[in-house]
């Protein structure tokens, strides 16, 4: 069965998992993750100085450990599920960090 949002219990975990990720590996001042919820989806945008981008979207399959990955495409403005041949895919593995670090790589910024 389709699920059919993210449940707020995952999303606090999703929360505190992104937070984690800016301070370990984003030190950085002025570039950090914010993750979005709507419907079975997590955005994962990146603020980098005050500008919010998108990155990458994830689906959730009911697993906290196997999302569903999709890179965001400039070129069409779409999220692609289908797309494997993008600079960092090797860290796609149906978590939440390796999401971001693909993002970084696809994306450095």
């Not at 993210?6 to 505190?16: D, I, L, N, Y």
């Not at 992104?18 to 570039?31: I, K, P, S, T």
């Not at 979207?57 to 289908?82: P, Q, V």
């Amino acid at each position: 069965m389709a699920v059919k949002s993210v449940p707020k219990s995952v999303q606090q975990r999703v929360e505190e998992a992104v937070e984690r990720f800016n301070r370990e590996v984003l030190a950085r001042g002025g570039v950090r993750y914010v993750p979005r919820f709507k419907g079975p989806f997590l955005y994962l945008d990146r603020e980098d100085f005050g500008t919010a981008e998108p990155i990458c979207r994830l689906k959730y399959t009911g697993s906290f450990k196997d999302w569903e990955f999709a890179i965001f495409k400039y070129s069409s403005m779409t999220y692609d599920r289908h797309d494997w041949f993008f600079p960092g895919s090797e860290f796609v593995d149906g978590t939440i960090k390796g999401a971001m670090k693909a993002g970084m790589e696809a994306y450095p910024g």
